[in-house]
């Protein structure tokens, strides 16, 4: 796997400095040291900006098969699909006898006649060679999402043999036909270790002591019955497992300090389950333990090492070859004994980077 994420990442330097055909290499062996959707995606890219038509398509639906309609490309893939079939003709090779094999433009089809792909506008030579034979002819193709057939026969036996054709020159495309955005490095699918950090800024909101069962004595020593709010800021740091490309266990820790009293503080941490939805969005939840504290009305508010539960509703905001940049919102609740120590609602919002 690490081969080929080396092998893919140099694919997309040199994809994005305008070697199609250096990519498509790289490409083709990053897919078979490991193969992952994305690369498929990036192989469909150079095949197209080659006008290999029929291979970009194939590696197109390929992508699209594999990681259905929830694939962050597949509209994209959808689309280039459309528009290749849009703008190339469906040259069909038909030969007598049938079984031969077939060239266009001096590349050899994988499968014998009779046979049917994707071709460019423009004039093609195509050729046939069967077991001791040889026909060719010439095609034009207007590439206007029209069919085309052409039937290639064994010569008789007194016919010379045909002369081999050099390899006819590509149509020359110009950028407005291929020209689609394509992303920086789409990343690995999530698979194995993963680790993040994140900054997180944490706005408290305490609920004040219950003093209904207290006694007025014990109600007039109480100091922290009133709600307050306060605020710390500090890391968030992540590592867990990848058990499927969608599903993440994680153990999480946050600590952080505020502007109030000792200053205030806060640490917690826990394990925890996170999902992916779609192509843009995490969700899931942590089981955690800690203890906050902070000064309100002049007087100590806080909770004892307590246990609690936080939500994580994360946005992906830039996808990265081995991760992503993300933006969350994670409320959490830490409970107490709502007769001594103050119930905490946090809402953590954090951004950082997730690495798998």
Partial sequence: MDAARKTFAEGVRLYQRGDYEGARRLFQQAEREHHAAPIVYNLALAEEKLNHLQAAVDAYEAYVAEVGDRGELAPAAAVAIAQIKARATRLRVETKPPGARVFVDGAPLAEPSPVTLLVPAGHH??????????????????????????????????????????????????????????????????????????????????????????????????????????????????????????????????????????????????????????????????????????????????????????IEVNAVVLKKTHGEWIAGLQPALLLTRRDQDNTTFFFPMTFGYRAY
């Fill in 125 to 310: 030579v195509v050729v046939a060679q069967g077991d001791g034979w040889r026909a060719e002819g010439d095609v034009a193709a207007e590439g206007k999402g029209d069919a085309l057939t052409v039937t290639l026969a064994q010569p008789p036996a007194d016919a010379p043999p045909a002369p081999v054709p050099a390899p006819a020159p590509a149509p020359r495309v110009t950028p407005a036909e291929t020209e689609r955005p394509s992303p920086e490095a789409p990343p690995a699918e999530t698979d194995g270790l993963v680790w993040g950090a994140a900054f997180a800024i944490v706005p408290c909101y305490l609920l004040g002591v219950d003093t209904r069962d207290k006694t007025p004595a014990e109600r007039a020593a109480t100091t922290n019955a009133r709600d307050a709010a306060s605020i710390v800021a500090g890391p968030l740091l992540e590592i867990g497992w990848a058990l499927s490309p969608d599903l993440v266990f994680l153990a999480r820790g946050m600590a952080g300090i505020g502007p109030d009293a000792k200053p205030s503080y806060a640490f917690m941490g826990g394990p925890g389950l996170s999902v992916r939805l779609g192509s843009r969005v995490w969700a899931g939840a942590t089981f955690l333990g800690g203890q906050l504290e902070t000064k309100a009305f002049d007087s100590r508010y806080g909770t004892d090492l307590v246990f609690g539960t936080m």
